[in-house]
Each structure stands twice: as C-alpha cells, then as structure tokens.
C-alpha cells in the first residue's frame, strides 16, 4: 500500500522560510515522478513543483526562484525549501506521487502572515 506522510508546515511570517518534507512508503519509489500542490482556501488546488525520478524539476511561475524541490530516493522522501514567503503562499500542501491515478498525503498546513 503507498502512503505519504507530508510533514513541516506551520506558521511563518512574511519573507520568512520553511522546510516541508514528505516521507513515502512505497516499492520503486525513484521512478516515480513527485510533486508539491497546494490548496489555498476557496481556490482549487494548484501544481507547486515536481521532480522526476533522475531530478529533473518543473516549478509553477508563482514560486520560481523562491522555492525548491529535491529528493532522496534512498530515504524515500522528497523536500520543498520554500523562501521568501509571501502571504499568497498560505494553503495546505499536498505531497503526490504522480503514479496510475496518483497517491496524495494528508497534506500539511502553511500559513504566512503579514
């Protein structure tokens, strides 16, 4: 059974940083390609960044250069470096493995304040 448990968020104030992480418990876990979404309230969840299993990354334009995804396929786990928050940036984060249908964490909350 894959599973993934999403871990870090909090709350941060404006230009602030924060390290989320997502653990995964999962066979073949580096072929898979991962990714951060987010869910701010009244909006519909949106792509954050994703990373291929070599480490080839995609960002959303609302976070390039402010934000970061890596891996560590030996660990299982994928982090988003996230800097220079801004208060848009508040929402849950969902951690996804982009597999068949995909399998999504329980998701974690980040909030930024002004």
């Known amino acids: 059974q894959m599973q993934l448990v999403e871990s870090g968020g909090g709350l941060v104030q404006a230009g602030g940083s924060l390290r989320l992480s997502c653990a995964a418990s999962?066979?073949?876990?580096?072929?898979?390609?991962m990714g951060w979404y987010r869910q701010a309230p009244g909006k519909q969840r949106e792509m954050v960044a994703q990373?291929?299993?070599?480490?080839?990354?995609n960002y959303a334009n609302s976070v390039k250069g402010r934000f970061t995804i890596s891996r560590d396929n030996g660990k299982k786990r994928v982090d988003l470096q996230m800097n220079s928050l801004k208060p848009e940036d508040t929402g849950v984060y969902y951690c996804k493995a982009e597999v068949a249908t995909g399998v999504w964490g329980q998701g974690t909350l980040v909030t930024v304040s002004l």
């Open positions: 999962m066979s073949a876990f580096g072929l898979f390609r």
């Open positions: 990373i291929t299993g070599s480490g080839s990354t």
